[in-house]
């Protein structure tokens, strides 16, 4: 059950003391952006007489297998203290509209989780048509995350004509599991470039230096389906065409704004190789994609216009 909050002290092995410190600091206003920081926010704004502000950066109720013991929990914290809450955001559109529907009596805005303007190169690099380089960064490099279907597609192509660069704090092990899959396809390893992990602001520097930003993810629970990667945001302020899974959430993205890449379907990859493919026979198609994509980052996906429904949303919670 949920007795004493049971729940929230099982799942967030902080709580408690997140708790304490939120209810020592009387403010105004509370803001929570992780499930830990739920009961937080609701207690303290509640000592205080204050308001609450709760974003959801995932559909957190979907993170993991839908019958487990760690599931009802989630349940049970989000259905207990989101009533409480004076005002949710969601880091997606399709995670707000999720959360809509079991909180049909909140209103749910999306604040999208971009980065700063000021990342975004001048214009889009000269880069020579081949090879046809990729891009791929995360804070770490893994199995399952979409890069086994990459690495495939690569195997479709000649040498000279596709490069990988994979960005992102890896193990030996790791590396090396790459390394055997690339040799497994006989790639060479000369196709693999590794980066270490990067200051944020460094990142759309060296990503803008690649033809293609790739979002990999593929749908191992419902989280993943919904959710937008802050990558499509990066990829954008760096001039890559982005070439994406078919999540909800990412075939929706490249919907509402087309011109930017493509989509293929999830670990399938004869049908990556095909997305590559017609880049690589019509580069002007490629270089398109690039100047919009920077296009689109600089006039409506960075955070400096993002911020302002942040605030927005901020000032009217505090009006109330």
Known sequence: GDQFDAAI??????????????????????????????????????KYNAKSVFDFEDFHRGE?????????????????YIPNVTSISAASPAIAQAY??????????TINNCFLLEYAIQEIKSIPQQ???????????GKQRGLEAIIKAMSFFREEEIKLTLLGSASTNIKQFFNNLMESYNLKPEQLVFLDTLPEEDIASIASMHH??????FVHNQN????????????????????????????????DNQGIGSVYEQEDAIDLSRVFK??????????????????????????????????????????K
């Open 9 to 46: 002290k099982s799942l967030v092995l902080f709580s408690q003391e997140l708790n304490s410190v939120s209810l020592d600091n009387k403010a105004d206003l509370y803001i929570g952006h992780n499930l830990g920081s739920l009961t937080a926010i609701v207690k303290a704004s509640k």
């Open 64 to 80: 993991l297998e839908q019958n487990s013991l760690n599931t009802s929990m989630i349940i049970k914290v989000e259905d207990r």
């Open 100 to 109: 809509g529907v079991i909180f049909s009596n909140k209103s749910i805005k």
């Open 131 to 141: 090879p046809l380089k990729l891009f791929w960064f995360s804070q770490y490099l």
């Open 212 to 217: 293609i930003g790739l979002a990999s993810e």
């Open 224 to 255: 993943r389906d919904l959710c937008l990667t802050n990558k499509l945001f990066m990829y954008l302020l760096a001039g890559n065409a982005i070439v994406a899974t078919d999540t909800s959430a990412q075939k929706s993205f490249l919907e």
């Open 278 to 319: 017609n880049y690589i026979d019509n580069p002007e198609l490629l270089d398109t994609h690039r100047k919009n994509a920077l296009q689109l980052g600089k006039e409506k996906y960075n955070w400096n216009i993002e911020k302002k429904k942040f605030l927005q949303n901020v000032e009217q919670v505090l009006a």
